[in-house]
Structure formats: C-alpha cells, structure tokens
C-alpha cells in the first residue's frame, strides 16, 4: 500500500503519537468527573492546546472548529483552543523531494524555473513553497504532508472518544451529527483534486466581485496530494489592524461580501474563515486562500436561513419553527424554540439593528461566549438538543467572522449591508446558478451529495 494511503501501520503510528499527550489529559478530566478530583480547567485546557498545537494533521484543525461552535466544548477549553493557529513547523527539503517525484515525476525539477526548498507557510494538513513556473508566473506550490489519510482516521477515531467522554458529564448538546460532519469535511480536505475544482468553483461564484481574489489553479502541476496555483500577493490579516477606521471598516465589507455573496447567491460557504487562510491588498481588497472546506447547501437550507431572519424581525414564531425545521431541527418544542432565538438573536443581532455599529456591542472576549453560556444552560434545562449536521461549518462561518470584525474594530451598519445583499431573494433562482457552478467547476451532484 503507498505511504499516503490510509494503513493500519499508519494509524497505529498515529494512535501513539497523539495517544502519549492526550491519555493523560484526559485521565484527568475523567478523575474530576467519575472519582471528584477537582483540577484547574484553565490549567488543564492550556496543557490541552499545547499538546494539540505541537502534532501536525487534523486534530488540531477539528479543535479549532470545536472551539467556535457555541458550547460544544466547556468555556475554558474553548477560550484556548480557539487560540491555536495552523502554523506548524514545516518539513524539510528530503520531505519536499519525494513528495514532488512522486506527484510530478523525478524531472519535476524540470518543469520549475524556481522552486523554493523552505516552506514560506505550515499548516495542519501541508505546507506551502513559492515556485516559477515555465512562462514565469509565480507560484504557491502545496505539499501535502505524509501519511496524512492514516492520521486523520487515527484522529477521527480520537475525538469520537474526547466526544463521548465530554457527553458523559454534559448532555447539553448532542455531538454525534457534529462529529459526522466534520469526519465527512475533513476527508474531503485529502483531496486536493476536490479542492482544485472548489477554486475554479470560487473562480466563477466571485468573477464579478472587484473586492476579492482567487488564485488560479494549475491543473499540470497539480495532483491528489499537490495543488499548484497562481501567488496572490498581500498582507497578513493581523499587520491591518493598525489602520484607519475608514480602512478597517472597508476590510470587514470586503470580507462579509467574499463571504456571503457565495452562500446567497450560490448556496456555498467558505467554511474557514481562518486568518491565515486570506490576506489583504495594501488598497483593502482581499486574496481569499485555501479551499479545502467548502460547503454546498441546499437552496432550501438557505431560504430556511433568510425566513429565520424575517422570523426574527418579525416576531414570527410559526416562521421560526418552520426555518428551525429545514435546517434539520427536531423536536421543535416551544421551549426548545425559545432557547434557539436565544443563539439565533446574537447572530442576526447586528443584521437586525438598522444603524452604524460594531459586530459586538462590548467588542470583547471571544465573540458570542457570554451569550453561548446562556444557550448552554438554558439547553440543559430543557433536556439538550442535536444540532443538524448543516449546521456546523454554517455556525463556524458566522462566528469566525465575527471575530474577524471585532479584531478589525469595525464600525458599519450591518442591517443596510446585508439587505443590500439579499434583496428579492429567489431560492429557485439560487438552484439555477448553482447548478450551473458545479457544473463549470467539474463538481457532481454525487458528490456534493456526499
């Protein structure tokens, strides 16, 4: 079997790995629950990001999406592994050389003007080198790191077991569909022959967008386990926030449209909304990186998320119900109905305030964490509840960038914004335009099903 395959051995290596930092943490927060040994949870979820942010591969990345959706996790472990960035030290030049003979050929050389032996950028799943290619186009040339399919079944595996071992003591929420989702999102981040049609998808969805970049892939240089692409030149997120307020505000528009323009019009969301996964043009406009996670919804799952917003507005309860339904809500008791407007309220809260604002009134903390703690005893009052599987990245989204907008500060009237946007929304009309996406983008129905 190759060496990138997913392997018993593979996932045995694996299992080791993880399983020397983890058994211990984890021993711990057992003790608190079944033997009533108190620990310092502030204290026991820092040694749990440093154990995380030290092992490349998809752990890391699923605590990060853990981290923003609201209470999946307790307030502590939240608040640290939010913190984690995919920036990995990256492999070297022996790792370099035979990914790319085995990708490319052993005259891959050949076909580089240029191609830079260290990594200008390391993240969980593959690291990033600039290249030239024959015509001089500059490059940005992804690796995937080895053995990567064994360790995010090894990983997978683990953190179905961190999931149950947080429900025994928390039955708040129901993560069994969140742990589908992921699993299904991040063995589609393997693919980058997936990921290459994702940017031809975004290509064609933001084609008139004069605010965002997409970087052209390279079909000839690119394979299962390398993407090639055209450099997008631009700043870290983080060396724009000592802009102007004027600046900094058309920085947050420029995002929301990149953003939402896809899932509006198109019924597709960028499901990362990681800092490192855009930069920014010295003029504002932003180069949107990185498509491993996208989303495709359907029309309905969409038209469900604007009747939630007229619900909301309107103080609609039947309207509501019916929104919560199509996102794949059960058991939609009025109980349950109110605690979900409660989570509902904060994240269409700046989009139903018609004035000038920031994203959060406080602008502090991580964003929503007061609120989520509210949800989450709230739910356990009324018996938990299993978020739909739609619903994670949709959620991760919309959290991501709202600590995106209160990092840059950002003052804009949200209401005009997104009304602006979605004007007289058709959901058949939506279906149209996203049929015809996938299909220049070489996506199938079958597998978007999947």
Known sequence: MAQDENSYGGRLRRYAQVGTRMSGLAAKLAGERYLGRKIDRNEHASELKAALGGIKGPLMKVAQILATIPDALPKEYAQELAQLQSNAPSMGWPFVRRRMSTELGPKWQTRFQEFDREACKAASLGQVHKAVDPDGRRLACKLQYPDMASAVEADLKQLNWILSLYRRYDDAINT?????????????????????????????????????????PVAELSSKRLISMTWLEGDPFKSCLDRSQEERNQIALNMFRTWYVPFYFYGVIHGDPHMGNYTVRPDGRI???????????????VKGVIDLYNALKNDDHDLAVEAYRTWGFTDLRKDLIDVLNIWASFVYGPILDDRVRSIQDDNTGLYGADVARKVHIALKEVGGVTPPREFVLMDRAAVGLGSVFMHLKAEVNWYQVFNDMIGDFDHLAMAKRQSEALGIAGLSPEEIAA
């Open 176 to 216: 069994d569909l969140i742990y589908d989702e992921l699993s299904a999102r991040l063995r589609e981040e393997l693919d980058y022959d997936r990921e290459l049609r994702n940017m031809l998808l975004y290509r064609h969805i933001l084609k008139d967008e004069e605010a965002v970049f997409v970087p052209e």
């Open 287 to 301: 180069n949107l990186l990185d498509f491993g996670s996208i989303r495709v919804f359907e029309p309905a799952f």
